[in-house]
Each structure stands twice: as structure tokens, then as C-alpha cells.
């Protein structure tokens, strides 16, 4: 469908994309992702032929697209930019049927015959825009704008798509409804996307390939697991980050990781159980830390983790409930470590005692994913131990992990050393 051929753009005498080939075949969703600068915005200016390449040859169904007239162009490749700022005031039914522009004569009246009327309303439809119909599109918000935007470019019924940033200026409820949207056309109706896009994690989890631009070039291409790989991620971004799956999802999903400090100092104590730590345990041990866990059930796949990565752990017999020895073992953890980690556990009667060791931390981060009470099964006592040590510390979901864990083992550093007895 696209094939770029030793691209070279430059812009300003500063070469952006230099010598860039790759092939994007019919049906797939291809996410461009990449630094700031890398040229993802210049490669889809490219492909729809509104920039000119210094050389190489940009092809649309096997021609290149420097021979399509502008109106041929884009009866096969619609756009979204990134900026959705319109220079006319004209009602959004107008905006969204300005993408059938590519298929009117000179003889077409001023909004179609039937077919691009049905068209229209078919794509305000899908993007749930049709209640703007009538408003002014200077009078909609930047989200509403974007989502208006994508209707105009499903009016224009073109075989391909191109996204440049197309959750920008969306909150993170419309950025999965978008990134649905975008899904649906292409497995149910066979489009072809090219999508610019900031955040990896979503990159990962709704794209089928991935080109990872950086330099000029592109330095990865693929599926995403295999191009969003640390090593690459480090080469590109200049930053190290963890990638691991999403204990949901099971997509691959990337958290950039803090600057190591000369091996970063602290030692961290992390209660999960269930899968539910697994995760964490990768970062906080690729941070720099020292990390132990527990207790944990043999057979439980935080244990596995945990061995894999070589780290503390605190163990009790399969199916078994901790017991008093492995509970004073957990506390004995918590009380030499900086900060201690509640994971987004389940707590029943058998694991209770892991809450109860808890409350010897001196510095406690709580990873709240879930409700306490849709994971709550052993009643008021864990309730009551659940909110202690929220009020004593400090609840961030996931991906704020880090950040509470560095603060938390600051904080640690200054507290006053134990009186002597």
C-alpha cells in the first residue's frame, strides 16, 4: 500500500529523515513512535505528498505519489494532523463534509448528492460528533475538534489513513475510544493507518507494527515487542526503561526508569501475592535497588519473578496460610528496609499476616489499582490495617511507583537515628 524508497527530507539545510525505507502493507496499523524531532510528523507529510523529498520516492498503490494530483492523493490517503486549529468558522457538519471534496465535480451542489450526504452522517456517526452538527466548530473543545477532524477524514472514504498525534489533546477516556475507533477500521474495515504516536504503551497495545524513528532513520521496525526492546528504547530516547507485560493486558508495556544514582541506594520490602507484584519487582530491582518480598506461597508467580531476578524472598508451603515464622521473618524485612511496598493484593484470612508485618515499616508507598473492598475477604480487621497504612503513607497507582519509592527512601535517609538504649 506504502513504500518509501531512501527518503531523504531536509528542512531548513538540517536533514530530518535520511535515506528511510520501509513497506507498509494493506490492512495493518503501523505506529511511528520515536523521540521528539525524529521526523515522524516529516515521514507522514511525505507519504501524503504535501512535502517533496530532497530524494528517494514515496509510492502509494505502486505509484509514486509525486505523480498523483492532489485530488487523486487523497481519494487514497486521508489525514488528522496534530494541529487541529481551523481558520474558518463554519458548523461541523460543513468541516466533516468538506472530506468529500475529492469526489465532487464542478456541477456537485454545495453538500453532495445522497451518497455524500449518507457518508457524512455515517462518519459523525462513528466519531459521535453528530450532536455538533450544527455548532461552529471555533465553539467546540480541543477533544470534540479532534474527533471532528477524524470524521472528516472517514467522509473522505480513502483506503489509507494518517494520524499524526491523534490523542494529543484528548483525555485518557477518548484517547482508548479513539485508539478503538482506529482499531475497528482497520480489522473490520480493511483500512490501512499510519499513525504518529507519543505514548508507547498505547502504541503497544493497539498497533500491529511499529517503526521507531531516531537519527534520521528508522532504527527498529516490527512487531512491537521485538522494536520496543530496552536496548532500542535506550539508543533512541536516551533513557533507560523496563519493559515487561502488562499484568492486564498482557501487552508489551514500557516505564521509563530514573536516573541511577551510582547504583541507587536503598532497600525496599514489597508485599504482593497473585501476579500482582511482579511487575514492580523488575522496575524497583532495574532501579537500583535492593528488594526482598513476602511472604509469598510456593508456586506463586511474584515467587518466580522474584527468584528470577535473584531478590530476598519470604516463603511459605503451597496453599498455606503465613504462618508465625515466616510472618517474623516479613517483619524482620520491613523493619531493615527504607520504604515498604503494598502491592494491589487480594487479602484474605491467609495472607492477613503479611498487612500486620506491614505496620513495622517507618516509610510505606501503597500501589492501588482496585477498590480495597472488591479485594477485601477477611472482613473489618483488614479493612482497619488496609486504611493505617494508607494514612501512614502514601497511595499512587503503578506507574507512579518510582517516584513514591524515591521520596519514601528520602525520607527514610532523614529520619533521626534510634536513640540508644
Known amino acids: 500500500m506504502i513504500r ?113 450526504r449518507e457518508r457524512v452522517r455515517a462518519a459523525m456517526e462513528r466519531t459521535e460528533v453528530g450532536h455538533l452538527a450544527d455548532r461552529s466548530i471555533a ?21 489509507a489513513l494518517l494520524l499524526d498525534e491523534p490523542t494529543a489533546s484528548l483525555d485518557i477516556n477518548h484517547q482508548v475510544r479513539t485508539l478503538e475507533l482506529v482499531r475497528e477500521l482497520v480489522d473490520d474495515d480493511g483500512k490501512t493507518v499510519v499513525a ?30 521485538a ?3 530496552e536496548d532500542h528504547l535506550e539508543a533512541a530516547f536516551d533513557t533507560r526503561a523496563v519493559v515487561s507485560s502488562h499484568p492486564v493486558t498482557g501487552s508489551t508495556y514500557v516505564t521509563a526508569l530514573p536516573e541511577r544514582a551510582s547504583d541507587r541506594e536503598g532497600r525496599v520490602h514489597v508485599v504482593g501475592g497473585g501476579g500482582t507484584v511482579s511487575r ?41 496460610p503465613v504462618g508465625d515464622a515466616a510472618r517474623r521473618e516479613v517483619e524482620s524485612r520491613v523493619r531493615e528496609a527504607d520504604a515498604t511496598v503494598l502491592g494491589d493484593v487480594e487479602v484474605g484470612a491467609g495472607n ?30 483488614a479493612a482497619a490495617l488496609y486504611g493505617e497504612l494508607c494514612e501512614r503513607g502514601r497511595v499512587v497507582g503503578p506507574d507512579d511507583l518510582l517516584s513514591a519509592v524515591v521520596e519514601a527512601v528520602a525520607a527514610s535517609d532523614e529520619s533521626p537515628p534510634p536513640r540508644a538504649e
Open 4 to 116: 518509501l524508497d531512501n527518503v531523504t527530507v531536509e528542512l531548513g539545510g538540517n536533514p530530518i529523515l535520511d535515506g528511510v525505507n520501509t513497506e507498509i502493507r494493506d490492512g495493518r496499523f503501523v505506529g511511528l513512535v520515536g523521540p521528539n524531532g525524529a521526523g515522524k510528523t516529516t515521514l507522514l507529510r511525505a507519504i501524503h505528498g504535501v512535502l517533496k523529498p530532497n530524494s528517494g520516492v514515496v509510492e502509494l498503490d505502486g505509484d509514486p505519489v509525486s505523480a498523483l494530483s492532489s485530488r487523486e492523493a487523497s481519494r487514497r490517503v486521508a489525514v488528522v494532523p496534530q494541529d487541529t486549529t481551523l481558520s474558518f468558522d463554519f458548523p461541523v457538519e460543513e468541516v466533516v463534509a468538506m472530506g468529500r471534496h475529492p469526489y465532487r465535480t464542478r456541477f456537485s451542489g454545495p453538500t453532495g448528492d445522497d451518497a455524500d
Open 139 to 159: 465553539a467546540v473543545s480541543g477533544g470534540e475538534r479532534q474527533r471532528v477532524l477524524l470524521a472528516r477524514a472517514l467522509a473522505q472514504d480513502a483506503p
Open 196 to 225: 504518529a504516536i507519543h505514548d508507547l504503551n498505547l502504541a503497544a497495545h493497539y498497533c500491529d507494527e511499529l517503526r521507531l524513528l531516531a537519527g534520521g532513520g528508522i532504527r527498529a521496525s516490527g512487531d512491537p515487542e
Open 227 to 229: 522494536v520496543l526492546a
Open 280 to 320: 514492580l519487582l523488575y522496575l524497583l530491582s532495574a532501579a537500583g535497588y535492593e528488594v526482598s518480598v513476602g511472604a509469598l506461597n510456593e508456586g506463586d508467580s511474584d515467587l518466580e519473578t522474584a527468584r528470577s531476578l535473584g531478590l530476598d524472598a519470604v516463603t511459605e508451603e503451597p496453599f498455606a
Open 352 to 381: 492477613l499476616a503479611n498487612l500486620r508485618a506491614a505496620r513495622e515499616a517507618d516509610s510505606m508507598v501503597v500501589v492501588e489499582e482496585r477498590p480495597f473492598d472488591e479485594r477485601n475477604y477477611a472482613g473489618s480487621e
